[in-house]
């Protein structure tokens, strides 16, 4: 198919594309039951071959190019996991930074006129979520602009490491994001919410070894009663892999000991 598809040919685009996802999930499940492939590769491939279709589509083409890069997401939510264990955090951070440049792509070439603000809008619905796990937070003028204040109290959990807000927002525009397909990719906003309530207790503590039973204690303040002090050394840990955090915990004195320069590196910095 080395043509630009027309109109006429756009929905059958769509179906195939829609298919392909599914029969790869399904070839995943399979394959893993018999003991002839690990979850996520046949995912993989499908989505290599959903980047020829957004090729194809070309540059005057937003919408075909959106619902495109819209099942790339849709596979990056359910298959990220699995990436990051099979492939290591680069993986993942290399499929979001691929996503928001070719949503962004999407999004520049999208005119001024009233159809044009509507395709806008639902590139935004996609794009807002990538940029978020990047570390790029939308602002509420751009959010009003596109009727988008859905992921205002999001964007406001995020930034002040607020989870109970995060926990709030997201079961209030559950349906809004279920329907539109990213609320499990929402939910992966929580590990960058941690990141930034962790980096408030530090800046309380002002020291560089904290302890463990400090950060248990902030979470109960803020109403998260469902974790331990086993589960606070698992989501540090996750910081740490993930280069959220620079430090180690040191299981003997059962403290955080984190860099002395620099412990909370910026999130856009971060792969």
Known sequence: MKQVPTKRALPMMYSVALDLRIFANNADQQLSKKGKGKVGDMLEKAAEQLMSCFRICGSDKALPMMYSVALDLRIFANNADQQLSKKGKGKVG???EKAAEQLMSCFRICGSDKSSQKNKRMILIYLLPVKMLLGHMPTN??????????????TKA?????????NDALAKHEAFFIRCGIFLILEKLKIITYRNFFKKVYQLLKTHQLPLDAFLVALKFMQVDDVDTD????????LIYMGHIKGYISHQHQKLVVSKQNPFPPLSTVS
Request: charged share 20%; with cysteine.
């Open 141 to 154: 003028q751009l959010l009003r602009k596109y009727d988008l204040l859905q992921f205002a109290d999001v």
């Open 94 to 96: 290399d499929m979001l």
């Open 231 to 238: 589960e606070v050394q698992c989501i540090l840990a996750n």
């Open 158 to 166: 995020v930034s002040e490491g607020n989870l109970m807000l995060l």
